[in-house]
C-alpha cells in the first residue's frame, strides 16, 4: 500500500491542470477542469484516508460539492458567463 503515499502528486497536478483549465473563457476548458478537478477531489480523498488526514477528506468532499455545482453552471447552456445567478 505504500503506493497509494505517491497519490499525492497526480492528485497535485490534476489541482493545478483543473484550477487553469476552470478560468479559460471557453466553455468546453471550464467542463473539462471541473471534471479534472472531481477527479483530484477523488485522488485527495484516497490519499488523505490513506494518511488519516480527516481534515482534508471533509475538504474534498465539499470542494467535490462545489465542483458538481460549477458543472452545472458551465453545462450546456450556451451561456458564456452564465446568467443564472446562485
Excluded at 26 to 41: A, V, Y
Excluded at 54 to 71: D, E, F, H, K, T
Aim: net charge positive.
Amino acid at each position: 500500500m505504500e503506493w497509494l503515499g505517491w497519490l499525492q502528486w497526480p492528485a497535485f497536478l490534476a489541482s493545478v491542470v483543473s484550477a487553469w483549465l476552470v478560468a479559460s473563457n471557453d466553455q468546453g476548458r471550464r467542463n473539462t477542469g471541473f471534471w479534472i478537478f472531481l477527479l483530484s477531489n477523488g485522488l485527495w480523498t484516497a490519499w488523505g484516508v490513506f494518511t488519516q488526514a480527516w481534515a482534508l477528506i471533509a475538504l474534498q468532499l465539499c470542494l467535490a460539492v462545489m465542483n458538481v455545482r460549477g458543472l452545472r453552471k458551465t453545462g450546456d447552456s450556451g451561456e458564456a458567463g452564465g446568467a443564472r445567478r446562485s
